[in-house]
């Protein structure tokens, strides 16, 4: 769809400017031309030696520039494009647009253009809220101007909520649909409540609304006999967060959880057992769905023989227990016949030593797409606390997350399901058999 289309990418000076660079590439690689422009501000977050080299084009820094005007006068610039696109935007780009200021090149070329116009926003959480910045995006959309995003997330400032860049891949599939439109749901903006200042009051994005996930959280109990059993410390907490995560963004939620302490998440259907095998049952039952989110601790092995009475001390030895091996869910699931495998298989990976590495081979054991791998060695404060510390591990890389609270490891997951569909929800990951590389 982007094939020979004429893309002019405005960077503006922001923290994601880093993220312009992989959308040039993105956009690339899809057949599209890209020609960028420069704030100064920009400069100061990606050099114009790396834009010019990943876009194969000479970037326009300087408006007074009399070679570059002599070369490609700056009107020509602007018209000869199919779409303008400004990522990131910042607060300050967005106040000049709205005032129809050109004192740069990049503000120049926006005002002189007839083509349409995509921004994709990104700022601290307290300048996207600000009235001022929420007036100047009302004058801009009734100018017709389209944006992508921002998203809720944590931010480089460590303040979380709205005020993230889309993800490259989201622009991509925004520009995609500016090619082909009408509009999609998500170009529309999330407007904070009138008047207010805090970020917790805007509402999320339903960009997962109509979207069947199922999530696994908890531990599983294998009985031993009718009084005992099996089982682990998995809290639930991450599970359950991430089910009314997904909520939040409108997904229709299945949680199947084993045993917890926990209330059942509001929003969501949760569905309760208590060992692996139910667990395997109750998810199969529910196939096909568009995503899993495995983050249950299923034990690995079930006595293979459930006593059906209480076992005695006879005074003899302790009995012994034979162990049998549980289902695979994950795998399971990653693996089964096309019509029921969901587009997006997430598994869980808890170690604790050599975190990346050891997913990175479950990634590939298990057939699945994404690995949230956790560290649950002694100290990490995982287990039962309200902190987790993940590796979000990808066929294509690995994303590093800081320390955060559960519920935002959650809103993260979320929010990235979110960018796989709305960017087409392929994996490229549809593997028949485990070991199969995509
Ligand atoms: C480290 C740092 C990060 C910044 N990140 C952002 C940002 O993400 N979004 C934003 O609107 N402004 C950000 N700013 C402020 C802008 O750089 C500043 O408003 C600048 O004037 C923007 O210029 P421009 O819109 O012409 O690029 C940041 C400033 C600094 C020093």
Known sequence: MLKGKRILLVISGGIAAYKA???????????????????????????????AS?????????????????????????????????????????????????DDMATTLLLATDKPILVAPAMNVRMWVHPATQRNIGILKQDGVAFVGPNDGEMACGEFGPGRMAEPLEIVAAIEEQF??????????????????????????????????????????????????????????????IAAALAARGAEVTLVTGPVNLPDPSGVTTVHV?????????????????????????????VAVEAPQKLKKSGDEPPSLRLAENPDILRAIATTDAKRRPALVVGFAAETEHVVAYAQK????????????????????????????????????????PRMSKADVAARLAERIAGFFSAGGKTGARVKSAGKKA
Request: proline share 5%; hydrophobic share 40%; net charge neutral.
């Open 362 to 401: 479950k990634l590939v054991a298990k057939g699945c797409d994404w690995i949230v791998a956790n560290h649950v060695g002694e100290g990490s404060g995982t287990f039962g606390g309200d902190e987790n510390t993940v590796h979000l591990v990808r066929r294509d890389g690995v994303e590093d997350w």
């Open 54 to 102: 990943l876009s194969g084009e000479k970037v326009a820094t300087d408006l007074f520039s009399l070679t570059d005007e002599a070369e490609m006068g700056h009107i020509e610039l602007s018209r000869d494009a199919d779409l303008l696109v400004v990522a990131p935007a910042t607060a300050n780009i967005l106040a000049r647009m709205a005032s129809g200021l050109a």
């Open 180 to 241: 082909g439109r009408p509009q999609p749901k998500h170009l529309t903006l999330v407007q904070p409540a009138a008047g207010s200042r805090t970020a917790s009051v805007a509402p999320l994005q339903q960009d997962l609304k109509g979207r069947r996930i199922i999530v696994t959280s908890g531990p599983t109990h294998e009985p031993i006999d009718p009084v005992r059993y099996i089982a682990n410390r998995s809290s639930g907490k991450q599970g359950h967060a």
């Open 21 to 51: 660079l992989e959308l040039i590439r993105r956009l690339r690689e899809r057949g599209a031309s890209v020609r960028c422009a420069m704030t100064k501000s920009a400069e100061q977050f990606v050099t114009p030696l790396s834009v």
């Open 274 to 302: 208590e060992a692996a095998r139910d667990m395997f049952s109750a998810c199969f039952l529910r196939l096909p769905v568009d995503a899993v989110v495995c983050a249950a601790a299923v034990a690995d092995w079930r």
